[in-house]
């Protein structure tokens, strides 16, 4: 019955997926991203073998379907960009491109991020695209000008990690909006509370939990959820933030 559109379970033990599929997780999006700055892009084309060629086998043991994403998170970014051509061949196996986006928003960020944009347009791939914590309005300004720039489909187009701050305009811009219910981000009841004031998120809202190494809570989705209904959310209309929209957005 629920989706999880943005996690990173490839760190998550054996136990973590095992509860999130007896507690009803049927499909699972996991996104590229390393805790570490790679000194190398060859980092980054193991990184993605390991989640094209290993880890969908570890979920289909489990019974739990897997939507990969891959493409190089704005703290990711190499010191040596050349080669990076070396990567495409590995992208266009994803079925889906990210995490992408912009931290600081430097050049280097910028011309990856663009770089990311163009492939995910090129391959026809939704792209799920990071927002910060720090600096929220200045850095999602950005993406959103970047984002436009492209050219790229804004029905392709999840920018995740959104705040109050930056809801109406991503709202307005026309991509889904990503509401992660985590620690530092949103708590279940800001979900509600901007379901509330923003219907719009009812059909463009996908609930995650960003769920990793960082604190997170791997049954987020479901326990908003229940937040969601008890809060007088339609049956049908909360289950569109925790499961159908993600379905529909990737197959």
């Known amino acids: 019955?629920?989706?999880d559109p943005?996690?990173?379970?490839?760190?998550?033990?054996?136990?973590?997926l095992e509860l999130i599929r007896d507690e009803g997780f049927k499909r699972v999006f996991i996104l590229a991203y390393i805790p570490v700055k790679p000194l190398h892009l060859s980092t980054l084309v193991d990184l993605f073998r390991w989640l094209v060629e290993v880890e969908p086998l570890r979920f289909k043991d489990l019974g739990i379907e897997l939507r990969v994403g891959l493409g190089i998170h704005p703290r990711n970014i190499p010191p040596n960009l050349e080669g990076f051509k070396d990567l495409e061949d590995w992208l266009v196996r994803a079925d889906f491109i990210g995490e992408v986006g912009l931290e600081l928003g430097s050049d280097d960020e910028v011309k990856?991020?663009?770089?990311?944009?163009?492939?995910?347009k090129e391959f026809d791939k939704v792209v799920i695209i990071h927002t910060p914590r720090r600096n929220k309005e200045l850095i999602t300004k950005k993406v959103i000008k970047y984002v436009v720039l492209s050219g790229i489909s804004l029905d392709r187009v999840v920018i995740d990690h959104i705040?109050?701050?930056?809801?109406?305009e991503v709202i307005d811009l026309g991509t889904y909006v990503g509401l992660t219910v985590q620690p530092g981000k949103l708590s279940s009841d800001d979900v509600v509370n901007l379901v509330r004031d923003y219907p719009e998120l009812i059909d463009r809202g996908l609930v995650n939990?960003?769920?990793g190494r960082d604190p997170s809570d791997p049954l987020a989705v479901k326990k908003t959820y229940?937040?969601?209904l008890n809060s007088g959310?339609?049956?049908?209309?909360a289950r569109k933030l925790v499961s159908d929209n993600a379905l529909k957005l990737i197959k």
Request: charged letters at 20%; one cysteine or more; glycine letters at 2%.
């Open 112 to 120: 990856v991020f663009s770089e990311m944009l163009r492939l995910a």
């Open 226 to 228: 229940t937040v969601l």
């Open 163 to 168: 705040s109050r701050e930056v809801v109406k």
């Open 6 to 16: 943005h996690t990173h379970h490839f760190v998550s033990n054996y136990s973590t």
């Open 1 to 3: 019955m629920f989706v």
């Open 209 to 211: 939990s960003d769920c």
């Open 233 to 237: 959310l339609g049956l049908s209309d």
